[in-house]
């Protein structure tokens, strides 16, 4: 893989940064690092100081975003990374807290300057969803390329639309995969495993329990799973006249801790990261209420995820 003059060249040239880690040690940077730029599950904006969900891979420096909720192009600046970096999207299904940025991110990418060249890969209605995107600025587009010398932005991105689990692609650096997951009522929802050479890094996306997820994670350094609280659910919604219909839906299409646990420790993986936290606009819950029902089943490393943190 690397000789021994590569890696001291490549250790010489790390800086030491501060990882996430339970002791709270520094760790040397690592080529694939992971910032999570979004946690909050759902497509309201929050007074909380989550962003609506985006997680952000870093391999050899180049970004891998795996969903666009309001507020990703600002995360992504927060996180250190130039806009016209962007590279890689992955949109797991079609809610709007995962690809209502779809577009602007890659707009904002666009006017940030050359070079662009992004591949997205979604379920089905990606590459409508793109064209559409280009129709809704049209007139800007069009005024910017001739006023301002642009190139043409719609020949910059390529959606890649899947419904079908399996490899996606695979490039110098990473292979990544799908797994179909459950998230009624819609059935094209996908978790993505990146296998890296220094790390594998499962993003569960949002589902239900789904023991097939454990699979596919199996034996992954880190898995990024979505979580919900039932009491802070209940506490939230009580007052509504819709109550018990949204808590059916909550209850068929998120995970419960114990059941993120459980995923976690059959998947065998070293780190669990809870993120998609809902309800995601409750600082009253505390990371122990977060992560003390996963622990009854994982005994590996949990950390409850923030904005920006990095692991
Ligand atoms: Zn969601
Ligand atoms: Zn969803």
């Given at each position: 893989?690397?000789?021994?003059?590569?890696?001291?060249?490549?250790?010489?040239?790390?800086?030491?940064?501060?990882?996430?880690?339970?002791?709270?040690?520094?760790?040397?940077?690592?080529?694939?690092?992971i910032?999570?730029?979004?946690?909050?599950?759902?497509?309201s904006l929050g007074t909380s100081g989550r962003s609506n969900?985006?997680?952000?891979?870093?391999?050899?420096?180049?970004?891998?975003?795996?969903?666009?909720?309001?507020?990703?192009?600002r995360q992504l600046l927060s996180a250190g990374v130039s806009l016209n970096k962007l590279r890689y999207i992955f949109i797991t299904h079609h809610h709007s807290d995962h690809n209502l940025e779809y577009?602007?991110?890659?707009?904002?990418?666009?006017?940030?300057?050359?070079?662009?060249?992004v591949d997205a890969y979604g379920p089905s209605g990606l590459g409508k969803m793109t064209q559409d995107f280009f129709n809704y600025l049209k007139f800007d587009i069009?005024?910017?390329?001739?006023?301002?010398?642009r190139p043409d932005p719609r020949k910059l991105i390529v959606a890649h639309d899947f419904n079908k689990p399996g490899i996606l692609f695979e490039n110098d650096d990473v292979k990544v995969s799908s797994c179909l997951v459950r998230h009624p009522p819609i059935k094209l929802a996908f978790a993505y495993r990146f296998d890296a050479k220094d790390r594998s890094v499962v993003i569960s996306g949002d589902t239900a329990y789904a023991p097939e997820l454990a699979e596919f994670a199996r034996g992954a350094d880190v898995l990024v799973h979505e979580v919900m609280y039932l009491p802070g659910v209940e506490a939230l919604?009580?007052?509504?006249?819709?109550?018990?219909?949204?808590r059916?839906?909550?209850?068929?299409?998120?995970?419960?801790?114990?059941d993120v646990g459980k995923i976690a420790d059959r998947a065998g993986v070293n780190t669990l990261v809870l993120s998609h936290f809902v309800p995601g606009d409750a600082p009253s819950i505390t990371d122990e209420q977060w992560s003390d029902s996963v622990r009854k089943h994982f005994k590996g490393r949990i950390i409850v995820g923030k904005d920006l943190m990095e692991i």
């Open positions: 893989m690397f000789s021994r003059r590569q890696l001291l060249i490549g250790a010489g040239s790390l800086s030491l940064l501060t990882m996430v880690s339970p002791r709270g040690f520094s760790q040397q940077k690592k080529s694939t690092r910032i999570l730029l979004g946690t909050k599950g759902g497509p969900p985006s997680t952000l891979i870093l391999i050899n420096d180049i970004p891998y975003i795996i969903d666009c909720g309001y507020g990703t192009s577009g602007p991110l890659f707009y904002n990418a666009w006017i940030t300057g050359l070079p662009i060249q069009e005024t910017r390329i001739v006023d301002e010398g919604i009580k007052q509504l006249p819709n109550a018990r219909r949204l059916e839906h909550l209850m068929a299409a998120h995970t419960l801790p114990e």
